[in-house]
């Protein structure tokens, strides 16, 4: 049985940092690409970030994000990783990380490309 099990989050204080750790059962872990989306109360699933597997290893980051947010992956440890820099109150919602096979960059933002999911980690940043 697949799992993705996300840890690390917690309430911050803007301008805080918060790194979440997604350990995973997936075998073979590299060969999955790995992202991160977050859900706010009554908003759709939001894209955060997405780590390809294997094939072309590359990064994407959603606007919201980038600069601030760092994702990385260590697959001798089948865990996938997500540095938040300068939150902000705005940053506030359920993480989850998912796992996909799909191997075009272009449809990794989507969240119907990712056939696996974490249960959620709450991430809260008071301003």
């Known amino acids: 049985q697949v799992q993705l099990v996300e840890s690390g989050g917690g309430l911050v204080q803007a301008g805080g940092s918060l790194r979440l750790p997604c350990a995973a059962s997936l075998r073979p872990f590299s060969r999955y690409a790995m992202g991160w989306f977050r859900q706010s109360p009554g908003k759709e699933y939001e894209f955060g970030a997405v780590?390809?597997?294997?094939?072309?290893?590359?990064?994407l980051y959603a606007d919201s994000v980038r600069g601030r947010f760092t994702i990385s992956r260590d697959d001798a440890e089948n865990t996938l990783y997500l540095q938040m820099n300068v939150l902000k109150p705005e940053d506030t919602a359920v993480y989850y990380c998912a796992a996909s096979l799909v191997v075009a960059d272009n449809l990794l933002s989507r969240t119907s490309s990712y056939q696996y999911w974490g249960q959620g980690t709450q991430v809260t940043v008071s301003s």
């Open positions: 780590a390809s597997g294997s094939v072309g290893r590359s990064t």
